[in-house]
């Protein structure tokens, strides 16, 4: 878990990892449960309702996406911006 916002590289390496694990996931009907519990809650969200990710997914993504710091506010603020951002990716 990044200290500091972990920067636009990062966030689209993360993206392209979610997107990947969410396809395969539909492919086969079901989260694969070789992955660690954080991916297994984030892509069930989004299989569930990606247009409406779980607070628990949002906070467990937070600090990969913004920092402790970022996280921090993030979640304070109800996670708004990782819900965005999940959305955006599960599209």
Do not use: F, H, K
Not at 37 to 52: F, S
Request: net charge negative.
């Amino acid at each position: 878990m990044p200290l500091s916002d972990p920067g636009y590289a990062a966030r689209d390496a993360l993206a392209a990892r979610l997107r990947s694990l969410l396809a395969d996931a539909r492919r086969r009907g079901a989260v694969d449960p070789r992955l660690s519990d954080g991916e297994q809650l984030v892509v069930a969200a989004l299989l569930a309702d990606p247009a409406n990710p779980s607070p628990d997914a949002c906070a467990e993504i937070a600090p990969s996406l913004w920092g402790v710091a970022g996280s921090e506010t993030d979640q304070a603020n109800g996670c708004a911006r990782s819900w965005a951002w999940l959305r955006d990716i599960s599209r």
